[in-house]
């Protein structure tokens, strides 16, 4: 028997990928038998780079040994003078029909499982504007893709060659390209204008003054951030980082008045259907402040000042009730990769009612502690006088009472 009828028989090729089966089978088997009986910790290997250089090679391999089999049946046969083996034109137009198929599930199965995942209505005034944005973008950009995609791979599906018909030359068509040019453009100009006046009544607004905004100072650093509230005056006070100390990490100017009634908080509490005004610093480098139930994000950069104003529409209760979850926060946090201790940058925020606000910023202390106070030459705040003894009033009504006596005595004579 020649070479090329041995590699060519059927048989021999059956015979031959049993054999390959069964070797690998007992390969494995042996592998998993010796794992059994000594386990492997796989989990450092995972991680390493090697490991997928090596798997990502492995499959190369192996394409390559199905490529090159194929291509020694395919020369095999041309060489018997056999018609073609496989019709490649049908196999390429049913796998793009798979993948069209494949595809549009994977669209209903983002939108099904993922589009669960996505954030609660937005908390903020502005954010509603932003996600009616997100949503109109995204329906737009939805339909056509699956219009797009459905022509392309129904095209390639139903007209793969056969042999049957000669593909027809069309090379241009004025009227084609005006339509789809002219119609992208309109619908991004729309786009572009919405995001434009949003921005617009995000950043330029007309300051009620019947209603006016909190102002609260964020400032960053390598990994927390200072939460500053304006006090009774409602106004924040400077700042200078040549002023930084180990006592005064902020660099608050105490020569500035507005700055002596500041107040220091651990969290972030804002009264709801209030406008609040962030301001916005860092001690170091680039941070991202990004509040991502409000819709609110916006850099903090050294040496720059940065000012967003929003105003919450729904308290922290009220979200608990809508997302059915009793241990539901609101969070600001660092959206800037900037260092190992990223992950450390959440505060929480509280979106109460005025009244709750209120009684809890009444119990905020200041920023000026006695030790600033002392380092600042301001005077310090004097210890609460002691109330005199019990028995002091008796003796000092004993006293007048004699005295009365006396001065009647005096009047008698």
Not at 169 to 193: F, M, S
């Amino acid at each position: 028997m020649s070479l090329r009828k041995l590699i060519s028989n059927k048989t021999i090729a059956a015979l031959a990928v049993i054999v390959t089966a069964f070797a690998n089978t007992s390969a494995f088997a042996q592998a998993a038998a010796a794992t059994a009986e000594k386990p492997v910790d796989m989990g450092p290997i995972y991680k390493t780079a090697t490991f997928y250089v090596l798997a990502f090679l492995l499959v190369c391999l192996f394409v390559a040994i199905v490529g090159k089999a194929l291509k020694v049946y395919e020369l095999t046969r041309e060489a018997q003078d056999k018609p073609k083996g496989i019709n490649w034109d049908a196999v390429n137009g049913g796998l793009f029909a798979l993948f069209l198929i494949v595809g549009l599930y994977g669209v209903y199965w983002e939108y099904t499982v993922h589009g669960n995942m996505i954030l609660p209505e937005a908390a903020s005034e502005h954010g509603k504007k932003i996600d009616q944005m997100f949503n109109i973008t995204l329906i737009l950009t939805t339909i056509v893709f699956i219009v797009t995609h459905i022509l392309l791979f129904a095209f390639a599906y139903f007209y793969k060659h056969s042999g049957k018909r000669k593909a027809y030359y069309y090379p241009h068509n004025n009227t084609i390209e005006r339509i789809w040019t002219i119609i992208p453009a309109l619908v991004l100009t729309v786009l572009v204008l919405m995001g434009f006046l949003t921005w617009r009544s995000i950043f330029y607004k007309v300051e009620d003054p019947n209603n006016k905004p909190i102002s609260i100072e964020i400032t960053s650093s390598q990994f927390a951030w200072a939460i500053r509230y304006a006090g009774a005056d409602g106004v924040v006070g400077l700042k200078n980082y040549k002023l930084i100390t180990s006592d005064n990490a902020l660099g608050i100017d105490f020569k500035d008045k507005k700055t002596l009634d500041d107040q220091l908080a651990e969290v972030m509490v804002i009264p709801v259907n209030k406008p609040v005004r962030l301001i916005l610093t860092s001690k170091d480098v680039i941070h991202s402040f990004y509040m991502p139930h409000f819709r609110v994000q916006l850099n903090t950069v050294p040496g720059m000042t940065s000012y967003f104003e929003f105003t919450p529409t729904i308290t922290t209760e009220e979200m608990k009730a809508k997302t059915n979850d009793p241990k539901f926060k609101y969070l600001f946090l660092c959206n800037k990769i900037c260092g190992d201790g990223h992950y450390k940058m959440q505060r929480e925020v509280k979106v109460v009612s005025q009244a709750e606000y209120d009684a809890w910023v009444a119990e905020l202390p200041t920023y000026l502690t006695d030790d600033l106070r002392k380092q600042f030459n301001l005077p310090v705040a004097s210890a609460p006088a002691t109330e005199p003894a019990a028995a002091a009033p008796a003796d000092s009504a004993a006293k007048d009472t004699s005295a009365v006596k006396t001065n009647q005595i005096a009047l008698k004579k």
